[in-house]
């Protein structure tokens, strides 16, 4: 059975399925929707709904899911339907209202593609009057599919102030890029403007006037600005906040003011002291205070006692505080690129500490303590100056990954071989002449560099855990 639209568009009923032919090309195989009316159901509430797409959303469509035969429609009597509604699209000049979103939208975009001159009259009008009409699920359609690439940056500007947002609860920065709420927002209702959850500003940015009515912003990011305003010291819901890359000599007071503060990126900027007051941000979990010009860290850290993710990397300090060891649920900590000098004894209270970085600063012992972290699973002591290492780091039985390259190591503690977990071992361009037996028991190792060390020779049981374990890589 066969129906022809239009020139271009062709239903064909084939083993009891509808087909929609473009151009002679199967495009999509239809589906159909059922509505359950029941009689308790008001006329008023069937004349709000607007389209296709609101009925499929509000109404009871559980027939769609029921027996066949107990709705006793044949794929005859579909196939009719189907023709009746593609009939019906065509001549009202492609009315997206009447065919759900997934046919009408696709179906348009591809007559437009083959040159239909009725089509691509319609096609952009079309997508303006849906999207303007605030119906989520019909932006979020269009957003996702890319149908707002056809439009300038004028038009768009101009779609989204005629947009009417407010209707619904919704956050318009799920569906509109960024750039664009930036020029919008000192426009937009209150309504409008206290559901939005997250704005980024960058660069030459126009800082808005109203950005002290988000009230429910959650999510700020303000990166390469000239200046950055007090007055958001007024959005005291704000609970991740970046301010990278801004050239900040200090930091800024209002920070100290958002206590429901969760992650906190000051990176990439002049930072010379960071204030006692960063005790005040008690629910801090993320803080990046890397690439500044930190010469030392406030007793006060300590305080921050839900912290998991800690980066002090490229600055230069020299010492750290005690109060370090405070921090009982910090799983990530950097310190790569510092001028380090020793590592407090309290780490070894660190608990939860799975991955410590503390390569290239100048470092000569670590403290016997650090065999208490019995959750670290990556540790690297890389470009340092350490020359031998305690005999407690056998102790850390997780430890997958232990780098210790570039040092003046002359010898390896024979505790090493206690790490039955480790996976990588990095101990190229040391002062080693030997190593000790034990590197034989790491059965789970996958890789080994000895290289640019001074070995005399290679054990043999080196060679005996290659051909135990084929996926072991050695370097010498």
């Not at 959850?197 to 429910?216: G, S, V």
Request: a neutral charge; hydrophobic letters at 35%.
């Amino acid at each position: 059975m066969e129906y022809i639209i239009s020139p271009s568009i062709t239903l064909k009923l084939e083993n009891g399925k509808t087909n929609i032919y473009v151009n002679s090309q199967l495009f999509v195989q239809c589906h159909y929707l059922l509505l359950n009316l029941p009689l308790n159901d008001s006329l008023a509430k069937i004349n709000e709904i607007k389209s296709i797409d609101e009925a499929f959303e509000n109404l009871n469509s559980s027939m769609e899911r029921q027996s066949t035969k107990l709705c006793d429609i044949s794929p005859e009597q579909k196939f009719q339907a189907h023709c009746s509604n593609l009939q019906a699209w065509v001549e009202s000049g492609y009315n997206t209202e009447i065919l759900h979103r997934n046919i009408a939208f696709p179906l348009l975009r591809r007559l437009v593609e083959l040159g239909d001159k009725k089509a691509k009259l319609a096609f952009k009008e079309e997508i303006s009057r849906r999207f303007s009409s605030g119906y989520p699920p019909i932006i979020r359609f269009l957003t996702e599919g890319n149908y707002l690439d056809n439009f300038s940056d004028e038009e768009l500007m101009t779609l989204y102030s005629t947009t009417n947002f407010s209707i619904y609860d919704i956050d318009l920065t799920e569906y509109v890029d960024n750039k664009y709420i930036i020029r919008l927002i000192d426009s937009l209702e209150p309504q409008v403007l206290s559901k939005i959850k997250k704005l980024r500003l960058h660069n030459d940015d126009i800082m808005p006037k109203l950005i002290n009515e988000l009230c429910n912003l959650k999510e700020l990011t303000i990166s390469n600005a000239k200046t950055i305003p007090n007055t958001i010291g007024k959005l005291k819901q704000i609970q991740k906040l970046w301010l990278s890359h801004n050239q900040l000599v200090t930091v800024p007071q209002f920070i100290f003011q958002f206590y429901s503060l969760k992650d906190l990126f000051l990176d990439n900027n002049k930072l010379m002291v960071i204030p006692q007051a960063i005790m005040d941000l008690q629910r801090l979990e993320r803080l990046s205070l890397s690439h500044n010009k930190l010469t030392s860290i406030p007793k006060t850290f300590g305080k921050l006692l839900l912290i998991q993710e800690l980066d002090l990397s490229y600055n230069e300090l020299h010492l750290l505080p005690e109060s370090l060891g405070d921090l009982h649920s910090l799983f990530f900590l950097t310190l790569r690129n510092n001028n380090l000098l020793k590592i407090p004894n309290s780490f070894g209270k660190l608990k939860s500490l799975g991955i410590l970085f503390l390569s290239c600063n100048k470092l000569k012992t670590l403290p016997e303590s650090i065999a208490n972290l019995h959750s670290l699973r990556d540790l690297d002591l890389s470009n340092n100056e350490f020359s031998s290492l305690p005999e407690s780091i056998g102790d850390l039985h997780s430890l997958e990954v232990l780098s210790l390259s570039n040092n003046k190591l002359t010898s390896i503690p024979d505790s090493i071989g206690n790490l039955r977990s480790l996976k990588r071992l990095k101990i190229s361009n040391n002062k080693l002449t030997s190593i000790p037996d034990s590197i034989g028991n790491l059965k789970s190792l996958q890789e080994l560099d000895l290289s640019n060390n001074r070995l005399r020779n290679i054990p043999r049981y080196i060679e005996e855990m290659k051909f135990q374990n084929s996926k072991l890589e050695i370097h010498f």
